[in-house]
């Protein structure tokens, strides 16, 4: 009966009796790697290194850009009838420039009011003649109420008298490439059905010398689809009366920004008012990790500076692409692992801070002084402020970031140069998100930090990664009888020739014993791919360490899982047993299933109704649903009862995965491999015992088990020199005697038999007499491997003979003689 123990999660590899060199935190387990913290820059050379990539300076903005056309040659009115109805105007300009508003020539009709709000847009063109393409809508302006328009007499109405535009401004200005055509389009949405004069007109010219600006009038009364030109029928062009309101783009190359300065041993950031500044600067030099370390100092340049919205001036660990600065703030948000906000505050002398980490979920969460062990989602909360309040310019101050086991960050700052003074220090934050590419450092995305100056001193960030040659885990293991380590199975990468794994193992009875033995030679597996096998040859015992030892070529082997295979001596070589009686007879035990609920049925109570052919039978056939059995041993008085076990039986089942466990606490992990199986484990005094039964041999298929022993593994007698299994014909409810015991049958055609060993060694039979002194009735099983299922609760007797004897050898040992009979 082979139990396959598995290895797959940290948690497994942590319970051990030593360690070193590993990092046992996460699976794969791997070695110790650590991150070197080396001054990155410490600004003492006066020139400053050109990794540091500050936000250039944009050159000034261009003059203004206006154009129109004006002409009153021959004055249509053009009204929009309905919602589909788009009037434009193309137009081509030899500069880009940001349009920022236009002027239409439109008016509403003296007398009505015109519901719903007129609007213009800027759309991009298609065609030689900048036919408006409904596909490239660039910017929408502010609506305007129609009935705000400038009001036409009707008198005056095919021909105002004065020349009047209306302002449309675009709250996002669209940037215009040069000698590209654009078109402004003029729509009225909400207008009122026909036959009515509450409709607004749209001016223009149909006797124009020639294009406007480059471009022509254009009319669409299917909301953009088609187009034609305003001309078709015209002597001479077509033109909207317009005009057009931006400003030019200077393409003057950006100049370099000398922000930040190395001077005097620091990098200096000035902020010296109110107004913002981009200096935004990031350090172009990837980073295996996300620690670091500087200190800086804060000194105030404007004590009348005021800011009034929250700050987020500050520094940045950022994973991805390394790319010269200004960074939108949707590149910061895709790239941002943690961050540390510095609040200044000139008008009253005071800083915060807020640390900020992003979780694998994408979320930023931060802790605060209010819970200062609890990380919660970040929305521009308060900070953690430097004491004394008004006194923060001038404190040095040092920041410290450094990652955890768990793939988080401890945030620690203190102030004057001293560890003892903190101003904070968070809890490990959760693990921060993975993304690609390189980490690297980013200092100031925010160009607001009014009235400060910030120096910094020096950089640590991280560095190299250093691993030992070498590291190691021991596992033990203990069993309550003599076991055998028959084989592993381990899933292992070696990245590098030389890399390894070796597996040793040690065993003894007791645990003096063990830890004074010598681990045995290398075992030697067989590799396919990056699995090895092994079969292993090793004396039976009641205690094991398995040392799985780490050694690095460059870079070190990591380890997905181990898998060793365990046999119990007395099994395989099918001695007779003696277990406690069983304490998951029926009667003494109530068991339910998660499926089932909270109640005991006919089902479940299959597992403890002494039939090992009346099998339990899972709802689920699949090996993705877990059932999880629980046994409660009850008390003669009501309610449960603690009892000692050290041992389960499973008798046929169709089990491959399962988990026994009292709670929290694992008794086995693993896999079992035939029908039949004893499962040993520490003693436990506990008033529940669960299965939690993963997947079948053949996969996905309804669970089962016939029936569960629970109870105590007490000795494996020799071999039986004579056995004389027999069945009792006795109807229930007989009395009989039994080595001075009286003993009540509960059926007919009860197991008995005689037995007897020879050759017994003094502290075996020994013993035998003590557990037959204080076990009356025990468990029999007397062939586990030949007949597994064949398990009896039994009264019983011995007889033993009191000095060593043989025929041939007179002290070669005892003799003892057994006789049990079903109860």
């Not at 004055?75 to 109805?85: A, G, L, N």
């Not at 014909?729 to 039994?738: A, D, H, I, K």
């Amino acid at each position: 009966m082979s139990l396959k123990e598995i290895l797959n999660q940290p948690s497994h590899f942590q319970a051990n009796v030593g360690a070193s060199g590993l990092d046992l935190t996460a699976m794969p387990i791997k070695l110790q790697q650590t991150f070197t913290l080396p001054v990155a820059d410490d600004f003492n050379d006066g020139v400053k290194d050109p990794k540091w990539l500050t936000s250039p300076i944009p050159p000034p903005p261009g003059p203004a850009h206006t154009f129109a056309y004006s002409g009153t040659n021959s004055i249509t009115k053009t009204p929009i009838v309905e919602d589909t109805y788009r009037y434009a105007q193309s137009f081509l300009r030899s500069v880009p420039f940001k349009l920022t508003s236009c002027k239409w020539r439109v008016h509403q009709i003296q007398g009505f009011t015109p519901p719903g709000y007129v609007q213009s847009e800027v759309w991009g063109t298609i065609g030689p003649d900048g036919e408006p393409d409904e596909n490239q809508v660039l910017a929408v302006s502010n609506p305007i109420q129609a009935f705000n328009l400038p009001v036409v007499p009707q008198s005056e109405l095919e021909n105002p008298s004065t020349y009047t535009l209306t302002t449309f401004t675009f709250p996002t200005p669209p940037t215009l490439n040069a000698n590209t055509k654009y078109a402004i389009v003029i729509r009225h949405i909400g207008t009122a059905a026909q036959p009515t004069n509450s409709i607004v007109e749209v001016y223009r010219d149909q006797n124009s010398p020639s294009p406007a600006n480059g471009g022509f009038s254009w009319l669409s009364f299917n909301a953009g689809s088609t187009w034609s030109r305003g001309d078709q029928f015209a002597p001479q062009y077509s033109n909207f009366n317009y005009q057009v309101d931006g400003q030019e783009i200077n393409t003057s190359p950006p100049t370099p920004n000398p922000f930040p300065v190395e001077t005097g041993g620091f990098l200096q950031f000035d902020y010296p008012d109110a107004q913002p500044r981009n200096i935004e600067t990031t350090y172009n030099s990837p980073r295996g990790s996300v620690e670091l370390e500087t200190r800086f100092i804060w000194t105030i340049l404007d004590p009348n500076a005021q800011q009034f919205t929250p700050l987020e001036w500050g520094l940045h660990m950022l994973q991805g692409t390394i790319e010269t600065p200004p960074l939108s703030d949707s590149n910061i948000a895709a790239k941002r692992l943690w961050e540390l906000y510095i609040r200044p505050s000139a008008i009253s002398n005071n800083l915060s801070f807020i640390p900020i980490v992003v979780d694998a979920n994408g979320n930023r969460l931060t802790q605060l002084p209010s819970a200062p062990t609890s990380w919660q989602g970040y929305s521009n909360q308060g900070g953690w402020f430097l004491l004394p309040i008004n006194a923060a310019a001038g404190v040095p101050i040092t920041v410290k970031v450094l990652r955890q086991p768990n793939g988080g960050v401890i945030f620690t700052v203190y102030k004057n140069d001293d560890p003892n003074q903190v101003v904070f220090q968070t809890t490990a934050s959760p693990p921060l998100r993975t993304l690609t590419g390189d980490a690297h450092l980013g200092i100031g995305h925010s160009p607001e930090a009014p009235g400060s100056r910030f120096r910094f001193d020096y950089f640590k960030l991280s560095g190299d990664i250093v691993e030992p040659d070498s590291g190691e885990v021991i596992l033990r293991r203990s069993y309550p009888i003599r076991t055998n380590v028959v084989a592993y199975r381990m899933d292992r990468v070696l990245p590098a020739p030389g890399s390894k794994i070796n597996v040793r193992i040690r065993s003894a009875d007791t645990l003096e014993a063990l830890t004074a033995a010598a681990f045995s030679a290398t075992i030697s597996g067989i590799a396919v791919g990056n699995v090895e096998t092994a079969q292993v040859e090793l004396l039976a015992a009641l205690f094991f360490d398995v040392k799985l030892e780490f050694i690095k070529a460059s870079p070190g082997p990591s380890l997905n899982s181990f898998d060793f295979t365990v046999a119990q001596e007395a099994v395989e070589e099918d001695q007779p047993i003696i277990l406690s009686v069983d304490e998951a007879g029926p009667g003494l035990v109530s068991a339910i299933s998660s499926e089932e609920g909270l109640s005991e049925t006919a089902n479940t109570r299959k597992l403890v109704d002494g039939d090992p052919d009346s099998q339990w039978v899972s709802f689920a056939a699949s090996d993705g649903s877990p059932v999880t059995l629980q046994l409660t041993f009850l008390a003669p008085s009501g309610g449960n009862e603690l009892r000692n076990v050290n041992c389960l039986i499973l008798r046929n089942t169709n089990l491959k995965a399962l988990r026994v466990h009292i709670g929290v606490t694992t008794l086995f992990d693993g896999e079992i491999l035939e029908d039949d199986v004893l499962i040993p484990f520490p003693l436990f005094a506990t008033p529940i015992i669960q299965i939690e039964a993963k997947t079948t041999k053949t996969p996905n298929q309804n669970k089962r088990i016939g029936e569960v022993y629970a109870g105590q593994f007490l000795v494996a007698l020799p071999n039986f020199d004579a056995y004389e299994p027999r069945r009792e014909l006795l109807e229930s409810g007989n009395l009989r005697t039994l080595g001075g015991k009286l003993v009540a049958f509960r059926g007919r055609d009860k197991y008995t038999s005689r037995w007897t060993v020879r050759l017994v060694g003094r502290p075996s039979k020994d013993e035998v007499e003590r557990i037959f002194r204080q076990n009356p009735l025990v468990t029999f099983w007397p062939e586990p491997k030949a007949r597994p299922r064949h398990l009896f609760d039994v009264g019983w007797k011995i007889e033993a003979l009191p000095f060593a004897y043989s025929d041939v050898f007179k002290d070669a040992g005892h003799t003892l003689d057994g006789e049990v009979t079903e109860i």
